[in-house]
């Protein structure tokens, strides 16, 4: 009887270690799958849109005016600013899963990182506020990988925001922290789907592939909290949503504190 019950657990270990290893490669293929998907429509378009603007270009049958030359090529321009995001967030996404990201946090100024993050991504910063002070601490971070998350929520607030309301980007300290704050006024997200907003290639009602793949709130928490940050939702007063970058503080040198003090 004891060698039956012996063999039954043992069994059941064997089984339980099968479903535990098999657990990485279901979301492996999960991830390939999602992968796929994104190059069938994501990839294609942007580079559609760039190859039918340069075409046109090209056309020497047809006269175009400076201003139609100028449209079409800040439309491939656009497209291929969209296809570079899209490939760097699917690069830096499969780089994370699989822990192979190299990260190497230093001091680094908000107020220098955060006008290079809203350059990169073009036209689509627009007229985004910012509001930060000389005065706010430096944070422990990888200055290239803080300039991804801030372009990340960056963009998908002004992907969001009325054209009269434009995101807005501030930064607070608070004991030992800096929180950074992307604020937007659009639609807002239902508490209850907040955690959703950051499932790699999900996007809160999924009724089209004219919004990218859903990566970049995703890759933005995993690169944040790849450098001892987090990255939380919060309803913006008034209507819409806030996320909250909030990253490790530099310490300010005793001797730095009492010069500052003498200086003022």
Do not use: C, Y
Request: charged share 20%.
């Amino acid at each position: 009887v004891i060698a039956t019950q012996t063999a039954v657990v043992l069994d059941q270990q064997r089984l339980s270690d099968a479903a535990e290893a098999a657990k990485p490669l279901i979301e492996a293929d999960r991830m390939r799958t999602a992968l796929l998907t994104a190059v069938s429509h994501d990839l294609r378009s942007p580079i559609a849109s760039a190859t039918a603007a340069v075409d046109s270009l090209g056309n020497r049958e047809i006269p175009w005016t400076t201003e139609q030359q100028v449209e079409l090529i800040a439309t491939a321009r656009e497209s291929l600013e969209q296809l570079a995001r899209l490939v760097e967030n699917l690069l830096d996404m499969s780089r994370l899963q699989a822990g192979a990201l190299a990260i190497f946090p230093v001091p680094t100024r908000l107020d220098e990182v955060v006008p290079l993050a809203l350059d990169s991504l073009g036209a689509m910063s627009g007229n985004v506020e910012i509001d930060l002070s000389a005065s706010t601490p430096e944070v422990l971070a990888d200055p290239a990988l803080l300039e991804r998350v801030i372009a990340n929520v960056t963009a998908n607030a002004a992907r969001f925001s009325p054209h009269d309301a434009p995101p807005r980007v501030s930064a607070s300290a608070h004991a030992d922290k800096v929180q950074l704050r992307v604020i937007d006024h659009g639609p807002g997200v239902p508490d209850a789907d907040w955690e959703r907003i950051f499932t790699p290639f999900q996007r809160l009602g999924d009724t089209d592939n004219t919004t990218g793949v859903g990566l970049g709130l995703a890759l933005a928490r995993g690169l944040t909290e790849a450098m001892s940050g987090t990255l939380t939702p919060e309803e913006t007063p008034g209507g819409g949503l806030t996320m909250v970058i909030e990253l490790p503080a530099v310490a300010v040198p005793v001797q730095g504190k009492l010069r500052d003090k003498a200086m003022s």
